[in-house]
């Protein structure tokens, strides 16, 4: 399977706990962004890489988040101290830069599956 | 603030029953509306890019149109398998493709 690859799928943990998800973007793929999602909502985003320069966080990534991708391949989302209001999917996504405008592209993003998080 | 709504939240169809659903965007300039589908569990799948007011874009049964302050996604003669969420989305005001605002989405149900 050559897609976006998130793990672990499901994760249940106690609040004050630490929890670390990983993504594997397609390969070619410079670019890499985290979404998350609660019941009922669309994506927000979270942030985003271009190789594995962080270029961009949302005010919604507080202190206790934290997101890598140290050699511009897969990247993981740290979440420290979880609280019940971090339950969500955590979804990521990735595109190729440049790509953005027909004839080239159409500025797709690929997401992976998702990871959910339930904080108890 | 830069917004997406999308309308109705929920919509049930018999299979057959065209129908259309509503987004509805206060982004100035817009430089790109998408429309994605969600099924449930999963992460959304792309469905269109529309860049300017006028275009269309068609895939099976649907057809995704833009104006100046909305876009519509319509589905003729859906069958059970177009069962999903159907998410619609921009670049907030003067943004690339880096980071989208979604609406809430339309969840959408085809009974046989």
């Known amino acids: 399977d050559t897609g976006v690859s998130q793990n672990p799928r499901h994760k249940i943990t106690k609040r004050g706990q630490n929890v670390t998800f990983r993504c594997d973007p397609i390969s070619e793929h410079n670019r890499l962004y985290w979404y998350r999602q609660t019941l009922g909502q669309g994506p927000e985003f979270l942030t985003y890489?271009?190789?594995?320069?962080?270029?961009?966080k949302s005010r919604l990534l507080s202190d206790r988040f934290s997101a890598e991708r140290p050699k511009g391949s897969f990247s993981t989302l740290e979440i420290q101290r979880t609280e019940q209001g971090d339950s969500a999917m955590y979804l990521c996504?990735?595109?190729?830069?440049?790509?953005?405008?027909?004839?080239?592209?159409?500025?797709?993003?690929?997401f992976g599956e998702g990871s959910r998080l339930t904080v108890l | 603030e830069d917004q997406v709504t999308q309308s109705p939240e929920a919509l049930r169809l018999q299979e057959g029953e065209s129908s259309s659903l509503n987004c509805s965007y206060t982004v100035s300039g817009l430089r790109g509306l998408f429309w994605y589908r969600q099924d449930p569990g999963k992460g959304p799948e792309f469905l269109f890019t529309l860049y300017s007011a006028g275009e269309e874009k068609e895939k099976e049964r649907l057809k995704a149109t833009l104006t100046k302050k909305e876009s519509f996604l319509h589905i003729t003669a859906p069958k059970p398998e177009d069962s999903a969420t159907y998410l619609c989305?921009?670049?907030?005001?003067?943004?690339?493709?880096?980071?989208?605002?979604f609406g809430t989405g339309t969840r959408l149900l085809v009974s046989p």
């Open positions: 996504a990735s595109s190729l830069s440049g790509l953005d405008r027909f004839p080239l592209g159409n500025g797709e993003l690929f």
């Open positions: 989305a921009v670049p907030p005001q003067g943004t690339g493709f880096q980071k989208l605002v």
């Open positions: 890489f271009q190789n594995e320069a962080q270029l961009e």
